[in-house]
């Protein structure tokens, strides 16, 4: 139940789909002769509202308490047990219509398998992706990467597929389930920047303990603090990723699923 209501919710609360449906409602209150002030204050408040998130620093300023929580990883020497890629990045159907794997803008997450792979021989390699659509005949993430592997890089023999997962809270007690993680072991996790307190916390509740190695950053900071963006829809893009990441914290620990809103290093 929580996995469609939490895609309603976020469909909603989005902030490009929630001020174009504020504006939508305005422009429907203008035919209304009870409603035509109220309804020019909403179709006013949306557009205003949509220059404003697309073209204004908003973006940066939402996601940089995120991209910055939890520092970039630095080698040390101390062994690696495991390494955990989170799905999130692979376009599973457009990988399958066109025969090749397909990757959205958290590409990062599917480059540092490969690297990490490599530097790190000895090292088990743990994709956790299911299908994240409530389609009975969705293809999982982790099957296209298993299927793509000689295209990454990555030798098929040594990944370990969690394929069930449909989202962070899944992705940290399937992949605890399939590992069995000892004390003292030291296992990366690797997702993007913005993501990783809420996906770190998971971890840690499933009993996980796991080092960070934080990808896909979005914002360039401090420069981007007063920058305001080429293309209203980059700007958009962005908010949209930092409020949902905002709102999917809250409301993980309002479900249990964290410990912490926003967990700590």
Request: net charge negative; hydrophobic share 45%; with cysteine.
């Amino acid at each position: 139940m929580f996995f469609p209501l939490s895609k309603l919710i976020f469909f909603v609360l989005t902030p490009s789909n929630f001020l174009i449906l504020l504006g939508l409602l305005g422009c429907l209150l203008l035919f209304t002769e009870a409603g035509r002030e109220f309804g020019r204050l909403l179709a006013s408040a949306g557009l205003l509202g949509l220059l404003v998130a697309g073209l204004s620093p908003l973006s940066a300023w939402t996601l940089m308490p995120l991209e910055n929580r939890f520092p970039a990883f630095a080698e040390d020497g101390a062994p690696v047990t495991g390494i955990i890629v989170l799905g999130g990045a692979v376009e599973a159907d457009t990988s399958i219509g066109r025969d090749q794997i397909t990757v959205n803008d958290a590409g990062e997450r599917e480059i540092a398998l490969a690297d990490l792979a490599r530097r790190y021989p000895q090292a088990r390699l743990v994709f956790s992706g299911g299908a994240g659509s409530t389609r009975e005949d969705a293809v999982s993430e982790a099957e296209i990467v298993s299927r793509f592997a000689d295209t990454l890089g990555v030798p098929r023999d040594r990944l370990i597929l969690e394929q069930q997962s449909r989202n962070t809270h899944e992705n940290a007690v399937f992949s605890a389930r399939m590992t069995q993680p000892k004390p003292g072991e030291r296992w990366l996790l690797v997702t993007s920047a913005w993501h990783m307190p809420r996906a770190v916390g998971c971890f840690r509740k499933a009993g996980f303990t796991v080092t960070a190695y934080p990808v896909d950053y979005r914002t360039n900071w401090p420069r981007d603090a007063y920058r305001f963006a080429s293309f209203a829809s980059d700007g958009l893009s962005e908010l949209d990723i930092g409020v949902k990441e905002w709102i999917g914290m809250i409301a993980y620990k309002l479900a249990g699923y964290t410990d912490e809103v926003m967990p700590r290093p």
